[in-house]
């Protein structure tokens, strides 16, 4: 089992180097995270530039949410599919980190957050001296796209996510799963890959997106039949890469979270103008400086994805 102390900031104990093809512009992209300071956040460096090269993953930055989720600088230098690894790094309590990368899209490894989990436990992680602090929701909060909808409330020290999908496709069907995020063993979370529909794949390409998709990083459904020789990794595998996606989202707050989500059919999209909504009022939420004294609480998964291979 893998614990860290929860109350104070974390980074990593050294840097971690990741390589590989990028989903949607099918370049071959190497990104190295870095230890950072307590209260230097996540941010991402783009090194292939030399100006003006700093992008931070806020909420606000967030230019695209078609199939990824894209930040954007000031200056229109941007990073896109950054929820796998954001969902990593919050599912690990990792505070801090500065995170390199060479092109502007990171890597999509094997569609899951499984090998930035595994990589991350194993060059160690940090417990700082500054105590963490957290975003406590005030009151509830709904966002809603024709049936599509996401809302969030207050919860009593605890992030559950209640994510429903609906497809038509009678393999992905309807499903449905709640998971308790600092408390629940998140390995099906974690090893679940993205994924699409055969049928689509050819209007995506022609949209210019998924020109490094394969069976090695994405479950590809075609009628009732799922085209990876290996199936799947998990009964519910494509309702729980869509809670892995909302939880990389909602780390975009810059702090972890409690509260409870309801989510049905929702994404990137939907989770990006909910959190728009919440900060834009500063009586919706608390951030929070978390001691010893005032929360008797984990904040980060007990059994930290332990059966994770």
Same mark, same amino acid.
């Given at each position: 089992m893998f614990l860290v102390s929860y109350l104070n900031q974390k980074t990593i104990s050294k840097s971690v180097l990741f390589s590989g093809v990028a989903l949607h512009s099918g370049l071959n992209v190497n990104i190295c995270i870095k230890p950072a300071q307590p209260n230097f956040g996540i941010v991402f460096k783009r090194i292939d530039i030399k100006n003006n090269n700093l992008v931070y993953p806020n909420f606000m930055n967030v230019t695209n949410t078609s199939l990824n989720t894209t930040i954007e600088n000031e200056f229109g230098v941007k990073v896109s599919t950054i929820e796998h690894l954001m969902g990593a790094l $919050?599912?690990?309590? &990792?505070?801090?980190?500065?995170?390199?990368?060479?092109?502007?899209?990171? +890597?999509? !490894?094997?569609?899951?957050? /499984?090998? @930035? #989990?595994?990589? =991350?436990?194993?060059?160690? =992680?940090?417990?700082?001296?500054? +105590?963490?602090?957290?975003? /406590?929701?005030?009151?509830?909060?709904?966002?809603?796209?024709?049936?599509? $909808? &996401?809302?969030?409330? +207050?919860?009593? !020290?605890?992030?559950? #996510?209640? @994510?429903?999908?609906k497809y038509k496709n009678k393999k992905i069907g309807n499903q449905r799963n709640k998971v308790k995020v600092y408390e629940d063993d998140l390995t099906n979370v974690y090893n679940s890959r993205t994924f699409c529909l055969y049928e689509d794949i050819e209007l995506i390409k022609k949209n210019g997106l998924a020109k490094g998709g394969s069976l090695s990083n994405a479950i590809v459904v075609k009628d009732n039949e799922i085209l990876n020789p290996e199936g799947l990794r998990n009964e519910k595998e494509f309702v729980n890469h869509k809670i892995l996606d909302c939880i990389g989202d909602l780390y975009t707050s810059g702090y972890r979270i409690v509260a409870d989500v309801v989510c049905s059919q929702g994404g990137h999209y939907l989770t990006n103008r909910l959190l728009r909504k919440v900060f834009q009022n500063k009586e919706n939420f608390s951030i929070i400086e978390i001691k010893e004294k005032n929360l008797p609480h984990t904040l980060i998964n007990r059994n930290l994805l332990r059966s994770i291979a």
């Open positions: $919050f599912g690990l309590g &990792i505070d801090n980190a500065l995170i390199e990368i060479d092109n502007e899209e990171v +890597p999509i !490894l094997d569609g899951s957050a /499984k090998e @930035f #989990i595994q990589k =991350i436990i194993s060059s160690g =992680i940090k417990v700082c001296d500054a +105590p963490i602090k957290i975003i /406590k929701i005030n009151k509830k909060i709904e966002y809603s796209d024709g049936a599509r $909808f &996401i809302s969030i409330q +207050p919860s009593v !020290l605890s992030l559950n #996510i209640d @994510f429903e999908l």
